[in-house]
């Protein structure tokens, strides 16, 4: 079957149409037309950042505040983390940027604005399940924001994959830590 004109062309848009909207609103910078929502999800990505701010805290504590024969190497572990947790605020603190927010690094208030919590410290056992707890709601929180993102912003959706992928691997390393330390796998096959 020979392909028409309208079938070649079914996903393009008019080139013209496409110029005249870009010149005619460049004050919006990245945020074009087909942007949906972008209020909510400026909102939505400042829950994001507060909770990798709150990570990059919990996380450097940790790295500093361990104690015991397996200290060292637990507080690089830790440290690693850290440095990834900061990697995600920077490029959502980026991504509120470009849609046209300011990010917010304000301290008053952080915790409430964060899906995760800070933490106590304690046992170097007690923070890494502290941390697994954290990564935990962390993965959960961006699944629905992935979710939200979906059609919505695809190259938000696509960061906030980047990010989960990043959270469930620090959340399968404080699970191999447990492992390691307590014997046996928390998580059955």
């Known amino acids: 079957m020979p392909d028409t004109s309208a079938e070649k062309n079914y996903f393009l848009r008019d080139v013209?149409?496409?110029?005249?909207?870009a010149k005619k609103s460049l004050e919006d910078g990245a945020v074009t037309t087909g942007h949906k929502d972008v209020e909510k999800s400026i909102e939505l990505l400042q829950s994001a950042l507060a909770t990798e701010i709150v990570c990059v805290l919990r996380y450097t504590m940790n790295s500093i505040s361990v104690a015991g024969i397996a200290s060292k190497s637990v507080g690089e572990e830790f440290a690693e983390h850290a440095k990834d947790e900061?990697?995600?605020?920077?490029m959502i603190a980026e991504r509120i940027d470009q849609l046209g927010g300011e990010p917010n690094f304000n301290p008053e208030g952080l915790a409430s604005r964060s899906a995760t919590e800070y933490g106590d410290g304690g046992s170097l056992v007690d923070m890494v399940k502290a941390n697994l707890v954290a990564e935990r709601i962390a993965i959960e929180?961006?699944?629905?924001?992935?979710?939200?993102?979906?059609?919505?912003?695809?190259?938000?959706?696509?960061m906030m994959e980047h990010i989960l992928k990043d959270e469930e691997d620090h959340a399968s390393d404080m699970h191999d830590l447990l492992v390691a330390h307590e014997g046996a796998p928390f998580i059955k096959d």
């Open 16 to 21: 013209q149409t496409l110029r005249a909207q």
């Open 86 to 90: 900061r990697e995600h605020m920077m």
């Open 141 to 158: 929180h961006y699944r629905d924001l992935i979710n939200f993102f979906h059609d919505r912003d695809p190259s938000t959706r696509s």
